[in-house]
């Protein structure tokens, strides 16, 4: 199984953002084996620590993908 992992915070657009995005992948991918997990940095100080300022990050299979932005095609491409 593959986990997606987005690290933001409550009342992010960027965040909120990174969603849409995700989704909109995701429903195009015939794959029923991709986790999405959703962290908030406002829930953990090591995360805070490490993401503030870069929030959204996208994490796949615990490997560093994108932050701020997320590219629908970089996504596509590194799911397939």
Same mark, same amino acid.
């Not at 986990?3 to 429903?27: F, R």
């Given at each position: 199984?593959?986990?997606?992992?987005?690290? @933001?915070?409550?009342?992010?657009?960027?965040? %909120?953002?990174? @969603?849409?995005?995700? %989704?909109?992948?995701?429903?195009?991918?015939?794959?029923?084996?991709?986790?999405?997990?959703?962290?908030?940095?406002?829930?953990?100080?090591?995360?805070?620590?490490?993401?503030?300022?870069?929030?959204?990050?996208?994490?796949?299979? @615990?490997?560093?993908?994108?932050?701020?932005?997320?590219?629908?095609?970089?996504?596509?491409?590194?799911?397939?």
């Amino acid at each position: 199984m593959t986990t997606i992992t987005v690290i @933001g915070k409550p009342d992010c657009h960027l965040c %909120d953002v990174a @969603g849409e995005v995700i %989704d909109a992948v995701l429903a195009d991918l015939p794959r029923d084996d991709i986790d999405v997990q959703e962290l908030s940095i406002a829930d953990d100080p090591a995360l805070y620590a490490q993401w503030w300022e870069k929030i959204p990050v996208v994490l796949i299979d @615990g490997q560093f993908h994108a932050h701020w932005r997320v590219s629908p095609d970089r996504l596509r491409a590194a799911l397939s």
